[in-house]
């Protein structure tokens, strides 16, 4: 279990990789449509990634499963990635943090900007479906966005145009996948993986 700062208690999966060039926070997609660290798109990426050399945590968003609290919008789910930050300043304070969040994940990451984060990687953020912006969006740390080319809430022209005056903001599509990515999760993965690869 880890605590937010205004106490939330949120049930966490911790890989300490010894040596690691990067540490990553997984964040889940949208609780209200059964999203949890256990989604197959994370669960991916929580595998693969300490496989690559990289410190991973997962946690459950607060009102999730096990941890405590209720679900914001987004809002105070701030403080849990703020959280998750925290105990890798612990385990592994001298390697980079990512954010890496799919879809809900995605947006939430997006809005930390937390000077421990080296960069994001979002996952089919459904940005198109935002009405506000990303507190990210004029930030100078790299972001990756991975976009499905068939997403049902965001696909790749929309984002592209939701994104186009962002610093530091790069599109890569993923072909032939919708917004679940079924089928698709272990590519997903490896590209995460090169990615933080090339930036450690």
């Known amino acids: 279990m880890i605590d937010a700062l205004d106490g939330a208690q949120l049930e966490a999966d911790l890989v300490r990789v010894d040596n690691a060039c990067v540490s990553v926070v997984l964040t889940h997609p ?3 449509y059964g999203g949890d660290r256990f ?6 990426l929580f595998h693969a990634l300490p496989d ?9 968003f607060r009102g999730v499963n ?3 609290g209720s679900h914001d919008d987004g809002d105070s789910e701030r403080l849990d990635v703020v959280a ?12 980079p943090v990512w954010l890496v969040g799919y879809s809900f994940g995605a947006f939430v990451a997006l809005n930390v900007l937390d000077p421990r984060v080296a960069g994001w990687v979002a996952v089919a953020p459904p940005l198109a479906t935002m009405k506000a912006r990303c507190l990210a969006d004029r930030d100078h740390r790299t972001k990756l966005l991975l976009v499905p080319e ?3 809430f965001s696909p790749p022209v929309p984002t ?4 186009s005056t962002w610093v530091a903001c790069t599109q890569q599509n993923i072909v032939m996948a919708d917004h679940f990515l079924n ?9 995460v993986r090169t990615h933080l690869t090339g930036q450690a």
């Open 66 to 68: 096990n941890s405590s």
């Open 160 to 163: 592209a145009d939701f994104t």
């Open 183 to 191: 089928g698709h999760t272990s590519a997903v993965a490896g590209i």
């Open 84 to 95: 998750a930050l925290e105990l890798l300043d612990l385990v592994d304070p001298d390697s």
């Open 150 to 152: 068939h997403d049902q």
């Open 39 to 44: 989604n197959p798109v994370i669960d991916a």
């Open 30 to 32: 949208h609780p209200l």
């Open 52 to 60: 690559a050399g990289f410190t991973t945590i997962r946690f459950d």
